[in-house]
């Protein structure tokens, strides 16, 4: 059943980047992560309201924080939807769990001492190539399917895998206090409704269309309904089968691109693709053994 309720999340959060792609054609990024915000923030009041979890928390600065960079996350990963094929935006987004690794090897050189623990560095060498194996599928994906006018939201794209890294892991220390997940979602959702009403300052509001604005209810409804899902599925301890299902988003993603959009990846996009897939589930294997898992991607 926890496979399930993660393939729903990944059905819902790929078909949230298709209507993303299409309101990004009359509303900007910070307008998006507004209008997601807002729509997340009431869903994510009910369904604490329905399962009599309070708002309050004793820990705002460690929400702050997580909202901070997963609202960066959420809006770079925003910009990189509407510059690139959809199937590529979700895949550098979804590099967070090559990041991650790559912060486990680098922090676990940084600490080691050779005099107290010479095996450190072999122990971390699997950890070390999947890092290495997912930078490869990056280069391979980004130069044969980039135009040249899309280098910037390549570059946008990996930085929203880079802070959702981050995210995530803050993610996790919340997890371990035990502040619960409607509650922690709650208050992402409310920092992207600050961060967009900030941002809106700066890039104006878009003049208002009916037709337009209906895009904009199911990227939030959408977003929370993944959201759910996800937690569902981590419900009952989260699963190495289970976490790197998510990974079915970008197939879904590809074929909404392709059917939807045209999107056309070369032979070498799609090798590259596949290797950035394989990096971040063996990564998440290996993970796991140093890191608990928690839900929680940024979508």
Known sequence: MQALWMLAASFFFATMAVCVKFASAWFTTSELVFYRGVIGMACMALWARSVRVPLATHYPAMHAWRSLVGVVSLGAWFYAIAGLPIATALTLNYMSSVWIAAFLVGGALITWNPRE??????????????????????????????????????????????????????????????????RTVFYFASGGAVGGAIGMLFTGVSPWNWLHAAWLLPVGLLAALGQLCLTRAYGQGATLVVANLQYSGLVMGALYGLVLFGDEIPLMGWLGMGLIIASGIAATALRSRAAPDAPGEEH
């Open 117 to 182: 623990n010479k095996g450190l560095p072999l122990r971390q060498g699997p950890l070390a190539l999947t890092v290495i194996a997912g930078f490869a599928g990056v280069v391979l994906m980004l130069r044969p399917s980039i135009g040249a006018n899309q280098g910037f939201a390549a570059l946008v794209g990996l930085m929203s895998g880079l802070t959702a890294a981050f995210a995530y892991m803050q993610v996790m220390a919340l997890g371990r206090i035990g502040e619960p997940d409607v």
